[in-house]
């Protein structure tokens, strides 16, 4: 079994930075960051195999945010820069087994409890 936590989100300007971390315990295969914004589904932003360190990225942060692991410490990070407005949202931290790269909410098992990040105009 697999758990997470994250950590970093808060109140940023359009145009800044912000990084999220994420500690895992156990073996996960894949783990991503989903989102959700108020009355909106969840969505992946970004996943990453814990092992072979392959990335995917939803079309909307491509060239703006940076998905990483530290496997040592086990720590997951989302680096977000050239935020936007509506990148704001209760940022998730997710974990799967297996290696398949998935960005769709239902393929995860592991969930944190979520971090807040909202991105001032």
């Known amino acids: 079994q697999v758990q997470v936590a994250e950590s970093g989100g808060g109140l940023v300007q359009a145009g800044g930075s912000l990084r999220l971390s994420c500690t895992a315990s156990?073996?996960?295969?894949?783990m991503a960051w989903f989102r959700q914004a108020p009355g909106k589904e969840r969505e992946g932003v970004a996943c990453?195999?814990?092992?072979?360190?392959?990335?995917d990225y939803a079309d909307s942060v491509k060239g703006r945010f940076t998905i990483s692991k530290d496997n040592a410490k086990k720590t997951l990070y989302l680096q977000m820069n050239t935020m936007k407005p509506e990148d704001t949202a209760m940022y998730y931290c997710?974990?799967?087994?297996?290696?398949?790269?998935?960005?769709?909410?239902?393929?995860?098992?592991?969930w944190g409890q979520g971090t807040q990040v909202t991105v001032s105009s």
């Open positions: 997710a974990a799967r087994y297996g290696g398949s790269l998935r960005l769709h909410p239902s393929d995860y098992n592991y």
């Open positions: 156990g073996f996960p295969g894949v």
């Open positions: 990453i195999g814990w092992n072979s360190g392959v990335t």
